[in-house]
Every structure is written in C-alpha cells, then in structure tokens.
C-alpha cells in the first residue's frame, strides 16, 4: 500500500505543484524578515482552492525551500535569511569575503539535502517511537537546553568571552519586555502601550543583523576603492569538488543532522537552536577550531545540514501527537485542520492516502531541492556584484517590508532601526550580534523551564533536586558546565604569556580612568539600579530577569577591570574620528527609515536607493552617474510595486 502512494509522487500535477512550492519557499527565505514561518502562513490562504495532497505538498515544498533559501543571503551579504541560518553566517560569509560565494552556496546546498533526507526518513520510519520520546523533556529538561544553547555563545562566538556572554545577557533582557507568559502581566514596557506585546523575533533579528549590514556597507563606501568589488571576487569551484568536501566531513553533516533532527523534535525548540548546537559540537570536536568563524567549511556543512534535518524532526510530534516541534510546523498544523485532517495515532489510518503522500513527497522535495538549488547557484552568486551603494538601500528596504509585513505593526519598524543602529555601534566595539540574538531566542524557553520547573519540584518535595536530577537533567547541565569551562580554558590561552603585572607597568593611574573603564563603571551602575527596581515586581515576574541582571553585573565588572589594564587610547581615538564622519549619512537613513509611515514605503525606497548613491558621486566617484542612479532607483521601486502591491496585495505603509 505505501508503495502506491509512493508513485502517485510522479504524478505530473504532483511535481509540478512541488517544485512551485520549492521556488517560492527559496524566494521567501532569500528575503530578510521573510521567515519560513511567514511563508507557509501567507501560502496557506492559496491551498483553499486545493485538494489536501496538493494543499500540503505545496505546504512541505515552501516549507523546505524557505529553510534553505535563508543560507543566501547570510553567505553572500551576512544577512541571515530566517533566525534558522543564523549560525551560516559565521563562516559561509567568511568565505564569500574571500572569493568563495559558489563554494559555500555549493556545500549549503548538498548539505541542506543530506541533512533534509535524513530528518525525512527518521518522520518516514521512526516517527511514533520519536515522538514518544520526546514527551519526556519536560521543563527541567527544557530549561537546560536552552541554557546550553545560551552558554554556547561563549564557545562559538570570535572575540572576548565575557562580551559575548554580555551580548547574551542582553539579549535575554529583550525577551522580558512584554506579557510575561507565565503570569499573564506586563513588565518592563516603560508605559508605552507597544511594548506590551513585547519585541517580534523577526523584528529583532532584521534589527540586529540586517540593518547594521546595510549601514556597514555604506560605511566602506567612504574609501576609494568599494571593498565588494576587491574582495568578493568568485573563485571556480564544480559541484564535484563540492561533493567531494561534503564527504570529506562526515563528523560534520552526521552531527548536524543528528543534532537538527533531535532538536526538532523537542516542541518549542526549531532550528534557531538546533544550527547553533550543531555548530558548537562540531567545532567542539574539531583539531582546527581557530579556523571556524575565518571561513570554515565545517561550519557551513553542519549549520545548514542541521537546519534542514529540523523539518523532518519537528513535523514528528506534529503528525503523530498533534503537537508542533516549532513555530512553522504550529502553521503547518492550521493547514491539516483546514482541510478537516486531525493528526494523530489514526492519521496514517483514517487518511492513510494524503498522509504517505505527503511525507513521500517531503523526500521528494529534498531531491528535488538538490537540482533547483544548484542550477541557481550561478545566478545568485551574480549578487555580490552589485555595487554596494544600491545594495545598502536594497537590504534597508528588505529589513523595512519584513519588520512591517510580520504583523502589519508599525513599531516593528521602529525597533528594527533603533536595535540596528544600538548594534551597528557595539560592532565597533567588538561586541558580535549572534549572542544578542541567540539570548533573545531562548530567554523566554529558558524563562518557562525555569518557573515551571520550580512549581512543578516545589510539589514533588524539592524544587532544586528536581533540576539535577534525572539521567537528561544530569547530561545537560554536564554539557553547560563543560562549554563554559572550554570557553574560559580558550580565552587564557588567548592571554597566555600576557601578566597582568606587565600591563600595569605601562600604565599611570589616569589610564585606569579611561572613558572605557568609566563607561563600564557606569554600566554596572545602571544594571544594579535595575536590579534594585525589580523587586516591585512580583516574586514569578523578577526571579529570571535578576538573575540574568547578576550575571550580566558581574561581567560588565570583568568587562571594566579588563579595560583598566588595556592599552586602547590609540584605537579609541581612530575609531572616534570614524564614528563623527559617518553620523550624518547614518542619522539620514535612520531618520528616513523611521519616516516611513508618514512619507510612505515606495517613497521611502526611492529616497534611500537616490540617497546613498548620490552620496557616493559627491564623494567624488565619478564613475557613478546620475543618470544610472535615476533610472535604477525608479526601476527597483516599481518592481517592489508590481510584487508586494499588484501581485501579492501586501498591505504597506503608504503616503497615498
């Protein structure tokens, strides 16, 4: 019987409406702010006209191609294309950055599949043993992942530890604002009825990695020669040799679509963590872990295997329990539901036909996948020649119709220019956005684990026992404690040979004041004044909050004393000078960006595309000419109108 529907697989309208479903899945994810989530969402209306195989065929097909799609743009512009791809950018733009675009998109792509097909024959043959396990995480179990995936800023992060665990810190603090969703009470909103809702992860995410990107590019064109066009020169590579690297590392795509798939199928996780955890243990195991984050192919093999391995993983609860391994499958779940489809022990009875034509379909896809993404390559590694004064405008405008489209929310565009600019300028102070966006994802996972927990254990007898104990308890704060010790162990090495006597000996006593030092002596301030003023709250709403607030005290505390015995005065006032010279072009695109619901979205995007080129021609680029700037500005915003307006009808800000 399953081989029957097995070759219903090859009926012609069958592929047809799957390879629709892959296209438009890696359109979606190529797009910032164009998540997988919202693509199956916004796709779902489309299925009504449908049967239920088409229907969810076209639904796998987006839901595949958008997990892929999002490793584009984070190689080629280090811009992650969903939260999932996050962990890509680390290396695949490393390598775009030294000629190998087509590479790295080459090894995402096979990978993506290797890690894709194996997550869909562990839904295809295991997924009622699966599933039943992994109902026994609870929250303890929960809230140790999340913590592990948090600790593992330390670990896969380039720079100084404890400004990487401040990033975290951080970004934890940002998931607090809002509803808290264990007492049902808002908290920390500063009486602005906005943040009651609290700060959209896509929001957030463009904020932190897609607008900061943009204002860097336009920073590079104040040099004489485009940085782009020096170093981003595409080197051959053949889908031979790319294979061959692939099979080189076995360690690397084993581990990520284990760990993808694994992950996937614990409810709430998804792959936002399962590519960072990949990616942690695979330099964790790796005899060349100072090459990751330089432009390692490990890391792009096991980020996007464990991505796509996920899929698989997280439709497992869905099908056979009825509950969604993460946010795409929670949509995916409405689309079974439309078309009367309950899923459950008796799906794959009572709807034997559509349900193994589906997942037939899904293996399919990944097939499929491999053949579409790499006959696109070519075409899409053209991207990175696109002057940087029109890409800048392209990704502002991308970030501004992703924060806004998300909810149709006008605050979402504020944050995302208030987080870009605040992130822009921690970039200048070696502060990466991974561990702000990585805290910001699981502090609420971390968060409910934690309180549930402590309910649940205060009714057993013992709230603290009930965290450490248990054979997946033990083996996960075991992984906590181990990162964090690998972590301290790599960043003495980084000092080693470096005494803390033999700085102070080139140093007077003013150098111990110097504005770092006093801006972390001030920030430590301002986070014991916060924690003194949590204690209005109630006792659920302030345990998590003070606690990262202790943390993140005793780190700007290190922060401080390590700037006390460093020598920074000559950088300092390098980068200062750089920071003055760049403010009034920022100030401009961050004012415009803003004003885009007063003066509209296509007015805003024809401003910003005229804007940044112009500034680059009266900088004395003369090979840029005016008429060029006119014609492409007015073309790229009219097709923004055919596709977001005529096409899909998207509702946007609008001066008209």
Same mark, same amino acid.
């Given at each position: 019987?399953?081989?029957?529907?097995?070759?219903?697989?090859?009926?012609?309208?069958?592929?047809?409406?799957?390879?629709?479903?892959?296209?438009?899945?890696?359109?979606?994810?190529?797009?910032?702010?164009?998540?997988?989530?919202?693509?199956?969402?916004?796709?779902?209306?489309?299925?009504?006209?449908?049967?239920?195989?088409?229907?969810?065929?076209?639904?796998?097909?987006?839901?595949?191609?958008?997990?892929?799609?999002?490793?584009?743009?984070?190689?080629?512009?280090?811009?992650?294309?969903?939260?999932?791809?996050?962990?890509?950018?680390?290396?695949?733009?490393?390598?775009?950055?030294?000629?190998?675009?087509?590479?790295?998109?080459?090894?995402?792509?096979?990978?993506?599949?290797?890690?894709?097909?194996?997550?869909?024959?562990?839904?295809?043959?295991?997924?009622?043993?699966?599933?039943?396990?992994?109902?026994?995480?609870?929250?303890?179990?929960?809230?140790?992942?999340?913590?592990?995936?948090?600790?593992?800023?330390?670990?896969?992060?380039?720079?100084?530890?404890?400004?990487?665990?401040?990033?975290?810190?951080?970004?934890?603090?940002?998931?607090?604002?809002?509803?808290?969703?264990?007492?049902?009470?808002?908290?920390?909103?500063?009486?602005?009825?906005?943040?009651?809702?609290?700060?959209?992860?896509?929001?957030?995410?463009?904020?932190?990695?897609?607008?900061?990107?943009?204002?860097?590019?336009?920073?590079?064109?104040?040099?004489?020669?485009?940085?782009?066009?020096?170093?981003?020169?595409?080197?051959?590579?053949?889908?031979?040799?790319?294979?061959?690297?692939?099979?080189?590392?076995?360690?690397?795509?084993?581990?990520?679509?284990?760990?993808?798939?694994?992950?996937?199928?614990?409810?709430?996780?998804?792959?936002?963590?399962?590519?960072?955890?990949?990616?942690?243990?695979?330099?964790?195991?790796?005899?060349?872990?100072?090459?990751?984050?330089?432009?390692?192919?490990?890391?792009?093999?096991?980020?996007?295997?464990?991505?796509?391995?996920?899929?698989?993983?997280?439709?497992?609860?869905?099908?056979?329990?009825?509950?969604?391994?993460?946010?795409?499958?929670?949509?995916?779940?409405?689309?079974?539901?439309?078309?009367?489809?309950?899923?459950?022990?008796?799906?794959?009875?009572?709807?034997?036909?559509?349900?193994?034509?589906?997942?037939?379909?899904?293996?399919?896809?990944?097939?499929?996948?491999?053949?579409?993404?790499?006959?696109?390559?070519?075409?899409?590694?053209?991207?990175?020649?696109?002057?940087?004064?029109?890409?800048?405008?392209?990704?502002?405008?991308?970030?501004?119709?992703?924060?806004?489209?998300?909810?149709?929310?006008?605050?979402?565009?504020?944050?995302?220019?208030?987080?870009?600019?605040?992130?822009?300028?921690?970039?200048?102070?070696?502060?990466?956005?991974?561990?702000?966006?990585?805290?910001?994802?699981?502090?609420?996972?971390?968060?409910?684990?934690?309180?549930?927990?402590?309910?649940?254990?205060?009714?057993?007898?013992?709230?603290?026992?009930?965290?450490?104990?248990?054979?997946?308890?033990?083996?996960?704060?075991?992984?906590?404690?181990?990162?964090?010790?690998?972590?301290?162990?790599?960043?003495?090495?980084?000092?080693?040979?470096?005494?803390?006597?033999?700085?102070?000996?080139?140093?007077?006593?003013?150098?111990?004041? *110097? $504005? &770092?030092?006093? %801006?972390? @002596?001030?920030?430590?301030?301002?986070? =014991? /004044?916060?924690?003194? !003023?949590?204690?209005?709250?109630?006792?659920?709403?302030?345990?998590?909050?003070?606690?990262?607030?202790?943390?993140?005290?005793?780190?700007?505390?290190?922060?401080?004393?390590?700037?006390?015995?460093?020598?920074?005065?000559?950088?300092?006032?390098?980068?200062?000078?750089?920071?003055?010279?760049?403010?009034?072009?920022?100030?401009?695109?961050?004012?415009?960006?803003?004003?885009?619901?007063?003066?509209?979205?296509?007015?805003?995007?024809?401003?910003?595309?005229?804007?940044?080129?112009?500034?680059?021609?009266?900088?004395?680029?003369?090979?840029?000419?005016?008429?060029?700037?006119?014609?492409? *500005? $007015? &073309?790229?915003? %009219?097709? @923004?109108?055919?596709?977001?307006?005529? =096409? /899909?009808?998207?509702? !946007?800000?609008?001066?008209?």
């Amino acid at each position: 019987m399953d081989f029957f529907f097995f070759w219903q697989i090859f009926e012609i309208h069958h592929i047809l409406v799957l390879v629709i479903g892959l296209v438009l899945g890696i359109v979606i994810g190529a797009l910032p702010g164009l998540t997988p989530t919202m693509g199956v969402a916004l796709m779902i209306p489309f299925t009504f006209s449908l049967g239920p195989t088409e229907g969810l065929i076209l639904l796998g097909g987006i839901y595949c191609g958008s997990v892929f799609g999002g490793s584009i743009p984070a190689i080629l512009f280090n811009v992650p294309g969903a939260p999932a791809n996050v962990a890509t950018t680390f290396d695949g733009y490393q390598m775009t950055r030294q000629g190998q675009s087509r590479k790295a998109l080459e090894l995402a792509t096979i990978s993506s599949v290797i890690g894709g097909l194996f997550g869909m024959f562990l839904l295809l043959f295991f997924a009622p043993v699966f599933a039943s396990f992994s109902l026994k995480f609870g929250p303890t179990e929960s809230f140790w992942i999340a913590i592990f995936g948090i600790t593992v800023i330390a670990a896969i992060s380039e720079g100084s530890v404890s400004k990487n665990l401040i990033g975290g810190c951080l970004g934890i603090a940002l998931s607090f604002i809002g509803i808290s969703t264990i007492t049902g009470m808002a908290r920390f909103t500063f009486g602005f009825d906005s943040l009651v809702g609290g700060l959209h992860m896509v929001a957030v995410l463009i904020g932190l990695f897609a607008f900061p990107q943009a204002l860097r590019l336009i920073e590079t064109l104040r040099d004489k020669h485009d940085e782009r066009t020096v170093t981003h020169k595409t080197t051959k590579s053949t889908i031979r040799e790319s294979f061959g690297d692939v099979i080189k590392r076995p360690k690397a795509v084993t581990l990520g679509s284990g760990i993808g798939a694994f992950i996937g199928m614990v409810p709430g996780a998804g792959g936002n963590i399962a590519s960072l955890l990949a990616y942690n243990e695979v330099k964790r195991f790796s005899k060349n872990k100072k090459r990751f984050g330089k432009g390692e192919k490990d890391g792009v093999i096991a980020s996007e295997s464990a991505n796509n391995a996920m899929v698989g993983g997280s439709l497992i609860p869905l099908l056979t329990l009825g509950i969604p391994g993460s946010p795409t499958a929670a949509i995916f779940l409405g689309g079974l539901l439309i078309h009367g489809i309950w899923p459950g022990n008796n799906l794959f009875v009572d709807h034997a036909g559509v349900a193994y034509t589906f997942l037939y379909s899904m293996i399919a896809a990944q097939v499929l996948l491999l053949f579409v993404g790499l006959a696109m390559i070519r075409y899409m590694t053209k991207l990175i020649h696109i002057p940087a004064y029109f890409m800048a405008p392209v990704i502002l405008s991308f970030s501004i119709i992703g924060a806004y489209t998300t909810q149709n929310n006008v605050f979402d565009i504020y944050t995302v220019v208030l987080i870009g600019l605040f992130m822009f300028f921690l970039q200048k102070f070696d502060f990466s956005p991974a561990p702000v966006a990585l805290g910001f994802i699981l502090g609420t996972i971390a968060e409910q684990g934690l309180m549930q927990g402590l309910q649940l254990g205060g009714a057993k007898g013992s709230a603290l026992s009930y965290f450490f104990t248990g054979s997946w308890n033990v083996v996960l704060y075991g992984l906590v404690v181990i990162t964090v010790a690998i972590a301290i162990m790599q960043n003495v090495k980084k000092e080693n040979g470096k005494s803390i006597q033999s700085k102070i000996k080139v140093h007077s006593w003013r150098e111990f004041l *110097s $504005l &770092s030092s006093l %801006c972390w @002596l001030g920030f430590s301030g301002i986070v =014991l /004044l916060c924690f003194y !003023l949590m204690f209005d709250l109630s006792f659920q709403q302030r345990l998590f909050p003070q606690i990262t607030f202790i943390f993140l005290f005793v780190l700007s505390v290190i922060e401080c004393m390590k700037s006390c015995f460093s020598q920074t005065g000559g950088s300092t006032k390098k980068r200062s000078s750089e920071l003055v010279s760049l403010i009034g072009i920022i100030m401009f695109v961050s004012v415009i960006s803003l004003l885009t619901t007063l003066i509209g979205f296509y007015l805003q995007v024809l401003i910003l595309m005229v804007s940044i080129p112009l500034y680059i021609y009266f900088k004395g680029k003369k090979e840029i000419s005016i008429k060029k700037i006119l014609v492409v *500005s $007015l &073309s790229f915003t %009219c097709i @923004l109108y055919v596709i977001f307006t005529i =096409l /899909l009808s998207v509702p !946007l800000p609008n001066f008209f």
